[in-house]
């Protein structure tokens, strides 16, 4: 197993009938790296987070992520990463503390480990006292942490964050890329998508697809130089811009 790269992606293909969702894209993502994939509605970078995950099998193209044979291995890839969506997906008429013994349990945590981290947990969220509440009582932002943190419950290789900060406050978006430095510090590769292009200058590289194919890809500060550019957005709308298919 190599063991410098979380994510090795070769000639990846996903076709559905006569159509090309993602059209032979090649990366890799070094272990610990904040990696930004981004690309407007319709470029196809849904259909390839959904290979990366073990939830969708590739056309052509071979590839590992953490380690595991996207083409034969998506089982043991869902139980060595960790996702959350823009979409607040635990449940909501169970409590907090429910929620993430939950979640605990499906990962295969002892009850004692269980225990220990949501107690953790909940102290370095600073919802101590919001244990025993509704999931669904819970302000957007906290519900954002926590659900950030219950993908971490099981230690995962490599946590995949798809816009998780989507409709939360500047302050509340700033924290949690403060959580998302921290994960990555401990050697967590995160990947990431958004359509906050000034969180894309947080991460560590940044990819863009466009059509199926990833167009641009390097360190926010070589695109800006690359394409001229003072800010990622305007990165962003550049390469964006030569789209033909429609979203």
């Known amino acids: 197993m190599n063991t410098e790269y979380a994510i090795r992606i070769r000639n990846l293909v996903k076709r559905f009938g006569d159509f090309?969702?993602?059209?032979?894209?090649?990366?890799?993502?070094?272990?610990?790296?904040?990696?930004?994939?981004?690309?407007?509605?319709?470029?196809?970078?849904?259909?390839?987070?959904?290979?990366l995950c073990g939830l969708s099998r590739p056309t052509s193209?071979?590839?590992?992520?953490?380690?595991?044979?996207?083409?034969?291995?998506?089982?043991?890839i869902k139980r060595n990463i960790g996702y959350m969506s823009q979409k607040?997906?635990?449940y909501p008429d169970l409590t907090v503390r429910e929620n993430?013994?939950?979640?605990?349990?499906?990962?295969?945590?002892?009850?004692?480990?269980?225990?220990e981290k949501t107690e953790k947990m909940l102290g370095m969220l600073?919802?101590?006292?919001?244990?025993?509440?509704?999931?669904?009582?819970?302000?957007?932002?906290?519900?954002?942490?926590?659900?950030?943190?219950?993908?971490?419950i099981h230690s995962p290789q490599i946590i995949f964050l798809d816009e998780p900060t989507g409709g939360v406050d500047p302050e509340t978006r700033r924290r949690f890329w403060e959580s998302i430095y921290d994960t990555a510090g401990n050697g967590t590769t995160v990947f990431v998508t958004t359509h906050y292009m000034?969180?894309?200058?947080?991460?560590?590289?940044?990819?863009?697809?466009?059509?199926?194919?990833?167009?641009?890809?390097?360190?926010?500060?070589?695109?800006?130089?690359?394409?001229?550019?003072?800010?990622?957005?305007e990165v962003f709308r550049t390469v964006a811009g030569r789209a033909v298919r429609e979203e």
């Open 20 to 51: 090309t969702a993602v059209d032979n894209i090649s990366f890799d993502v070094r272990r610990g790296e904040i990696f930004g994939f981004l690309g407007a509605n319709g470029a196809g970078k849904t259909t390839a987070m959904r290979i």
């Open 126 to 152: 600073g919802i101590r006292d919001a244990g025993d509440r509704f999931a669904t009582d819970l302000p957007l932002g906290w519900k954002q942490k926590l659900s950030f943190c219950i993908a971490l």
């Open 198 to 233: 000034d969180e894309a200058e947080y991460c560590d590289r940044v990819s863009i697809m466009v059509d199926g194919r990833i167009d641009a890809m390097d360190s926010p500060a070589g695109l800006k130089k690359r394409f001229s550019a003072g800010n990622m957005d």
């Open 88 to 90: 607040f997906s635990l």
């Open 61 to 76: 193209g071979s590839g590992t992520v953490a380690g595991f044979d996207i083409c034969r291995e998506q089982e043991k």
């Open 100 to 115: 993430i013994r939950l979640f605990g349990g499906i990962y295969g945590l002892k009850d004692r480990t269980i225990r």
